[in-house]
């Protein structure tokens, strides 16, 4: 058992309960929050939409909820951290429950934008929760827990839509999944010990703007900030529009087919867990440029006109990203000083908006230059990323003590 105001290491029973709230903090999440990215071609169907027009039901959630993360870190600071994770939860599932009875596209949007904000209560503050309450040297290991039930909740989000959109309407697809997240919610709030660090913010605590300084004057966390936005910008770009490429010649698949393709993200279960503990051992400046290669390899390969090709592709990179962010976020939790929330909270708005931004914008680019210029964006913007990734292999390690 632990000393009372020790951290958790692995292989306690804190740890065991605490990583599996977070498997479920994650899932609902990314499942309600991504859910209806493999409906935006039957939503262009139904609604008279380009594809950069469909997109919006996904980029205005990721929008509000990157605004979102920087208020709700500050909230969870002064009010309690599962308090408001929990509550995040539960609105997030209500709205998405609404969205199967929206009236129409303009109504679907607003609810979504209103579920973006909602969910701004749990990623930001689910990050500053285990970097407060796990022990350094376990933190890539629960780091990567959390990240793969993200990666679980995202693939399973994306394959039920997709059939139960196939086979009945897109409206019962919502239903389902709000009633998911309802059943997660609760999992997680019986599951999640209460926070014993970093619970609530003392009077004396530095305000926001203090807080933003602090973390922009880090000669890491700036740029691990600005990763987190080309990581996730190229990520939800490649699957926003590899089901337009699918569903059309030469390929001609059905819907429920393409929604195959999200099992992929058992790769990122994977991967997630896996680097974190590689990172855990190796170093993560060693680990993080490794896997910004691979999802650029796997990006390249999905031009090429085999579907066998493509899938290969898309699971290299799928591979690649989950483990990058991984290794990536779990390095904010690690040299982020108080404000902590609040530094997850800038890494999440910029991984969000990220995935809002370059998501729209693709849409804008397969309708003007197919898969090619799609790609030929997401490589630019990895390719920097890249060499954000070896630049910070020269950053000074924190002392052992901090």
Known sequence: MSAPGARIAAGSAAFRRINRAMAFGGFSTFALLYCVQPLMPLLGRDFGLSPAQSSLVLSVATATLALALLGSSNVAERFGRKKVMVGSMLSGAV????????????????????????????????MAYLGDEIEPTSLGLSMGMYISGSAFGGMTGRVL????????SWRIALG??????????WEFSRSLPASRHGATLPARGPGFLAGVRIHLRDPGLPWLFALSFL???????????????????PFN??????????????????????AGKLADRLGRRNVLWLMMGL?????????????????????????????????????????????QALAS???????????????????????HWGWTGVVTLLAGLLGVGLGIALHLRRLAPLPVNY
């Open 161 to 168: 839509s997709a059939f139960i959109s196939d086979f009945a």
């Open 253 to 274: 698949l059905r819907p429920s087919a393409v929604g195959l393709l999200s099992l992929l993200y058992l790769l990122g279960i994977v991967s997630s867990m896996w």
């Open 231 to 249: 990581l996730m910008g190229a990520f939800i770009t490649l699957y926003n529009y590899i089901g337009y490429r699918l569903l059309g010649a």
């Open 295 to 339: 999802m650029i390899t796997g990006l390249l390969i999905t031009l090429a006109d085999s579907l066998v090709a493509i899938v290969l592709g898309v699971g290299l990179a799928t591979f690649g990203f989950f483990a990058s962010h991984s290794v990536a976020s779990s390095w904010v939790g690690r040299r982020a000083r108080a404000p």
């Open 176 to 185: 389902v999944l709000g009633a998911a997240g309802l059943y997660a919610a």
């Open 95 to 126: 709205l998405t429950l609404c969205c199967a009875f929206a009236s129409d596209y303009i109504h679907l949007v607003a609810l979504r934008a209103c579920m973006g904000l909602m969910l701004g209560g749990l990623p930001a503050v689910a």
């Open 345 to 367: 909270g800038i890494y999440l708005f910029f991984y969000y908006l990220g995935s809002s931004v370059v998501g729209w914008s693709g849409g804008y680019v397969y309708e």
